[in-house]
């Protein structure tokens, strides 16, 4: 009992220790709070997607000659592709809530016979609005085909889309990068800060220092560890209070869920940069693969880039980033309201992360590369 309190106050110690030298520099604090409030305002405004690769799910209940035609004209694009052919409406919902198709097309049994009797025929198209501005893209595709299939046929009745989006009423892109920046700019202050903790010690000659004393290697792997990860927790609050407040994006979700989200996935965020700090004998260094690291788990993320659009090698890349798995935690926690039960899959490659860094780190440290 007694080594234990012992172990808690020499990690107590070294935690106060290294939240004092990330937080005594003024300009320390300002680069913490400044860049998240600017990027996240810019992002907020100013972000958009491409279209790369639209699955859709289709309900086609009238199985006429007119209505096999549509589908063909949506497949014939290069931009559609079917995941599934349903019998019901009802069973594209599955499809959207679970992230298999970014919309889903429904023709009524009445749609041929509407249209032969010179009446306006509705096409139901229920849309993915977590994915807001690729959605937005692909109903404008939707569009146009319809109104050239109506072009073509040269008759008066026409068909009328009708749409519904989940998650995201208005379409409006903020609402699908904000909360990823919850994760994604905290990632990026969490190997920063991590990164340079063991690399500012060896530069200013007192690493050595810290192995002498009475605190083990796991000992300052933990201490290491705790700070940049209570700053990135603190970092993901602040992104949170400005999309909730600033932004008006309401939160779905419950606070609990995201928070247990956020930390299994800082725990992997810390472990990769204490490893990045672990082999860089300068913090130029530490910078530099920093900033090598972030680039590649960013774009492999499906922060700009959807994950089912990238190649199949890339793909099989992302499941060692735990970025692409934060973001859809975050993602479908707040705007879903998704509970732990739902995201927990997405739960085992970051913990995997995190039980592969961090040993690693403290090998590193044990090991003392110079």
Known sequence: MNALILLLRRVRCLC???????FKDPSSRFVLVMPILVQTIIFGY???????????????QDKSALSR???ARLDATGKFSRVATLDSSAQAERWIYDGKALLAVHIGSRFSKELSAGRDAPVFVTLDGRNSTTASIALGYVGRIMERFN????????ITLKTRAWFNPQLESRWNFLPAMIATLSLMQILLLSALSVAREREQGTFDQMLVTPLSPTEILVGKAIPPVLVGLGQSTLILLVSVFWFRIPFAGRLPDLYISLLVFTLGSAGIGLCLSAVSLTMQQAMVYCFMTLMPMILLSGFTTPVSSMPD???AATFANPLRFALVCVR????????LADIAGNFIPM???????????????????H
């Open 313 to 315: 090698a890339m793909q």
């Open 16 to 22: 106060i220790k290294e939240l004092l030298v990330i």
């Open 332 to 339: 479908r926690i707040y705007l879903e309201g998704a509970s």
């Open 69 to 71: 035609e549509l589908a």
């Open 351 to 369: 913990l995997a992360v995190a039980a592969a860094t961090l040993p690693l780190a403290g090998w590193l440290f044990r090991n003392r590369l």
């Open 46 to 60: 100013a972000a958009t997607y491409d279209l790369n690769y639209v699955p859709y799910a289709l309900c086609d």
């Open 151 to 158: 072009a073509d046929r040269g008759h008066a009745a026409a």
